[in-house]
């Protein structure tokens, strides 16, 4: 087993320094990777609670209000109380945000596109898939902590 754990921690090194490039150079903004992550969270669900979002990122409520005071104070996301429950915060992208947003995806999206068309058709569309089937499987197990979706 170590020689997959190994592969698993490379791929997630080699991920994480492509994500945090593409956060220090796409945008003219100073965003870390974990405010990328949570700006890519906000922009996926639909008005998500900070809970839903502190969740899915696996993050504590603590360092998250954190991040999400930061964004909000650098113009990326709007907090609001939800309409039936006051004691809830819901976050949404301003314009601004979802700018920044979609300039780090479509230069994530890029260099992902061009790591794949380094494979032919075969071996992109069996990593793929691979991917996916490992993701479902990672859901499917009960040993595995994997934030709801």
Do not use: W
Not at 44 to 59: F, K, T, Y
Not at 95 to 105: C, D, F, K, M, S
Not at 110 to 117: A, C, K, M, R
């Amino acid at each position: 087993m170590e020689n997959v754990r190994n592969m698993f921690q490379i791929m997630s090194r080699n991920f994480g320094l492509l994500s945090e490039q593409c956060c220090d150079s796409c945008c003219g903004q100073e965003v870390s990777l974990v405010q990328s992550h949570i700006l890519y969270e906000i922009n996926r669900q639909h008005n998500p609670s900070m809970q839903d979002i502190a969740v899915a990122l696996g993050m504590d409520i603590t360092t998250f209000s954190r991040q999400v005071k930061t964004l909000a104070d650098k113009g990326f996301i709007k907090k609001s109380p939800h309409p039936s429950d006051q004691r809830i915060t819901i976050l949404s992208l301003t314009p601004e945000g979802l700018t920044v947003e979609n300039a780090i995806n479509l230069t994530v999206n890029t260099q992902l596109n061009g790591v794949l068309s380094t494979m032919s058709e075969f071996e992109r569309e069996t990593v793929l898939r691979s991917i996916q089937l490992f993701n479902d499987a990672m859901q499917r197990s009960a040993t595995c902590c994997v934030p709801p979706k």
